[in-house]
């Protein structure tokens, strides 16, 4: 059963990834990249069940704060930075 | 007792991953940005919270592994819409605008405001 | 797969977010392969802090580009040059994760039938690490340290001097992110410094705390100003604490020669082999982890500051 | 440093993380519970020097009606998940957006933080930005705009404040 969440996590990371190369804005990509980051925590964590290691919590849970810290640097970055007008119209 | 607590996590985490999956899919079918946003954060509630609460379901009495996932699904409810808001904001200061359907507002434009003011670029 | 494409996006920007996936895959992978140290550090370090450091190279890179002349045929070549060479090098590598391949049967036993009688730690990635590769985890943070120096002596010192005039840090009127943030950057610190002392029990150990540590630095700097962070964590005393950390480490090898074993021999530390392995490496994970989370500090809020400036001379 | 650091505050923060170490290292021998201790006051010291110390990082004022604001909202998420989710399989078709301003009640920005980080949580409405006393707000439908008007959920948040 653990097996069955997995692999629609496993369907729903390769969508996001599918999304996350298509764009078409960038925002789109940031999006896809955040959905991703979510998928990997809820991927580990069933992981460490199914391999019985509690301990990739750990690796779960700093996934988790990367993630938003990352989604955030981004944005924060993203603001310096000019838009690339084409991507930005579509 | 306990083949009553494993079905319920069981269901949890079936339904849980079927949530995410409609998430993902639905960022594929919805036609923009702001509407896929939405379709992002059912995977980020409900998806991941029912499948965490399915994992805690099965910790078989373990403490330390459910303070581990309660902080992690804390973490995700509070920094994933933080993380969307932001993202919406820095989307409509980029320039995007929603799609708006047959209830628009056409007298108060709310977002007219937004775009680039710290842009000089501004050929919309 | 995601590394090919990547090659191919021509947008930099979107190239740097799928590394950030890159990353989170290959973590994923490490994963499986219950390599979880490994995935710990992928975690922290590619899709978190690098993803961070690149877009900061890349604002200022982009302001430069316009002046630069680029030779891509040259960096092209060089790129394909290594691009062979790497492939050559792997062809003579073992098939992977073959028994017979040298990492597996000469040392890899050896590390993994001593550890639990010699150290007594249930993680033994860290008891390799730290004990018996002790010398390499020196010499890696002497790199970490040595990075640090080149960034500062490249970008401080160069730096053009004028008065601290910051524009306004247009996150700090972000309601939100700015209480949220709040609300966050303590548990994150403090689960920086789980990570860092509970090496020993479960995946992690300085090099993660350190870099878990400093990213909550980033994020408070992202949100408040550079400047406010500059004067909050204090510069100077985050570059003596960089210094402090080699220092730890070294020390704690010439304590051990001290007591008359050989440099970084732990276990004459203590009355007890045992005990004396244990404080070696805290103390060892400690140096590392102050080590690295400084230098993620030094060079984030250098580089950073560096895009100020720049923007105030282009604007 | 302008603001006076209230002990109240760093009480709140040492007592959270206090729990957070417990609840995540899980050994108890005279080691690890002094790493603790030493963590959790080495984290109060940078949280004071970052002058995060406040009501808005320790929301005292919240905790103790947010359980029960926090089970009512759990129902909200339900039903707005499956309301996103059938769209979702239904298609584009059946989209509606629209841009709405509304407006807010909470005084502090805590309560305004509470309000609008709910309304994007809960799929289908998504907080676009706030402006003083108003926010603006994009949801799929019109019905959850309708609903975000009834302002009950404006009430709530607006109690969590008292």
Redesign the interface.
């Known amino acids: 059963?653990?097996l069955?969440?997995?692999?629609?996590?496993l369907?729903?990371?390769?969508?996001?990834?599918?999304?996350?190369?298509i764009?078409p804005?960038?925002?789109?990509?940031?999006?896809?990249?955040?959905?991703?980051?979510?998928?990997?925590?809820?991927?580990?964590?069933?992981?460490g069940?199914l391999?019985g290691?509690?301990?990739?919590?750990?690796?779960?849970?700093?996934?988790?704060?990367?993630?938003?810290?990352?989604?955030?640097?981004?944005?924060?970055?993203?603001?310096?930075?000019?838009?690339?007008?084409e991507?930005?119209?579509k | 007792m306990s083949f009553f607590i494993d079905g319920l996590s069981?269901a949890l985490?079936?339904i849980?991953?079927?949530i995410?999956?409609s998430?993902?899919?639905g960022?594929?079918r919805f036609p923009e940005?702001f509407s896929?946003?939405h379709a992002?954060s059912v995977?980020?509630t409900l998806?991941?919270g029912l499948?965490?609460i399915?994992?805690m379901l099965?910790t078989g009495g373990?403490v330390?592994?459910l303070v581990?996932?309660i902080?992690?699904l804390l973490?995700?409810l509070i920094?994933?819409p933080?993380?969307?808001h932001?993202?919406a904001k820095?989307?409509l200061?980029?320039?995007?605008r929603p799609m708006q359907g047959s209830h628009k507002n056409d007298k108060e434009d709310v977002l007219n405001k937004f775009g680039?003011q710290n842009?000089s670029?501004d050929?919309? | 797969m995601?590394a090919l494409?990547l090659a191919f996006t021509k947008?930099l920007?979107?190239s740097?977010?799928?590394t950030?996936?890159y990353s989170?895959l290959s973590?994923?992978f490490f994963?499986?392969m219950?390599a979880?140290d490994v995935?710990?550090t992928e975690?922290?370090v590619g899709?978190?802090i690098s993803?961070?450091l690149m877009?900061?190279t890349?604002?200022m890179t982009?302001r430069f580009e316009n002046r630069k002349l680029h030779h891509p045929k040259i960096a092209l070549s060089v790129v394909i040059v290594t691009g062979i060479m790497l492939v050559m090098g792997t062809v003579d590598m073992p098939a992977f994760g073959s028994p017979s391949a040298p990492a597996q049967t000469h040392v890899a036993p050896y590390y993994i039938q001593q550890s639990a009688q010699d150290i007594d730690i249930p993680n033994i990635v860290t008891s390799v690490l730290a004990s018996y590769r002790g010398f390499d985890t020196f010499g890696e943070v002497v790199v970490v340290f040595t990075a640090v120096i080149g960034v500062l002596a490249l970008l401080e010192f160069a730096r053009v001097e004028r008065a601290d005039s910051e524009k306004p840090v247009?996150?700090l009127q972000h309601k939100i992110?700015r209480i949220v943030?709040k609300i966050?950057i303590p548990p994150?610190m403090l689960?920086a410094l789980y990570?860092q002392f509970h090496g020993e029990?479960?995946?992690?150990g300085g090099f993660?705390a350190g870099v878990?540590f400093a990213?909550?630095i980033?994020?408070y700097a992202?949100?408040f100003g550079i400047e406010q962070t500059r004067k909050a964590v204090s510069v100077p005393v985050v570059k003596v604490l960089s210094a402090l950390g080699v220092l730890i480490y070294g020390s704690v090898g010439i304590a051990s020669m001290l007591n008359g074993g050989t440099y970084l021999n732990y276990s004459v530390l203590a009355e007890n082999d045992v005990t004396g392995q244990h404080i070696g490496i805290i103390v060892i994970e400690l140096g590392v982890g102050i080590t690295v989370a400084t230098a993620m500090i030094l060079i984030f809020l250098t580089f950073a500051r560096r895009?100020g400036k720049t923007?105030e001379e282009t604007a | 440093m302008k603001k006076k650091t209230n002990l109240r505050y760093i009480i709140s923060l040492i007592v959270v993380l206090s729990l957070i170490w417990i609840g995540?290292s899980g050994f108890f021998n005279g080691l690890l519970l002094s790493l603790g201790a030493v963590s959790v006051a080495f984290v109060v010291f940078m949280a004071f020097r970052l002058n995060i110390l406040d009501e808005e990082s320790q929301p005292l004022q919240v905790s103790r009606r947010i359980i029960v604001y926090w089970l009512w909202l759990l129902k909200a998420l339900v039903e707005s998940n499956l309301s996103v989710i059938k769209r979702i399989w239904k298609g584009p078709k059946s989209l509606d957006p629209v841009v709405a301003r509304l407006p807010m009640s909470q005084e502090t920005d805590m309560g305004k933080t509470i309000y609008a980080n709910s309304i994007t949580l809960t799929p289908g409405t998504t907080t676009l930005d706030i402006e003083g006393d108003t926010m603006i707000v994009y949801a799929l439908s019109y019905d959850a705009i309708e609903y975000l008007q009834g302002g009950d959920m404006d009430r709530r948040v607006k109690r969590l404040e008292e």
């Open positions: 059963m653990f069955a969440a997995i692999i629609a996590i369907v729903a990371m390769a969508l996001a990834l599918v999304r996350a190369f764009g804005t960038l925002y789109d990509r940031i999006l896809a990249v955040n959905m991703f980051g979510t998928k990997t925590v809820l991927f580990i964590a069933i992981l069940y391999m290691r509690p301990d990739f919590l750990d690796v779960a849970l700093v996934y988790a704060l990367i993630n938003f810290i990352a989604i955030i640097g981004v944005l924060r970055f993203f603001e310096y930075k000019k838009a690339d007008p991507e930005e119209v | 069981w985490l079936i849980g991953g079927f995410c999956f998430g993902a899919i960022i594929h940005f896929r946003m992002a995977t980020d998806g991941s499948i965490l399915g994992l099965q373990e330390i592994v581990k996932l902080l992690i973490f995700i920094t994933s933080t993380a969307s932001a993202l820095a989307a200061h980029g320039g995007l680039r842009t670029d050929e919309q | 995601t494409s947008d920007f979107a740097v977010m799928l950030g996936i989170l973590a994923g994963v499986l219950d979880v995935a710990f975690a922290a899709a978190g993803t961070i877009l900061t890349l604002t982009g247009p996150m992110l943030s966050l994150i689960f990570v029990y479960s995946p992690g993660q878990i990213s909550s980033i994020l992202m949100l895009i923007e | 995540n």
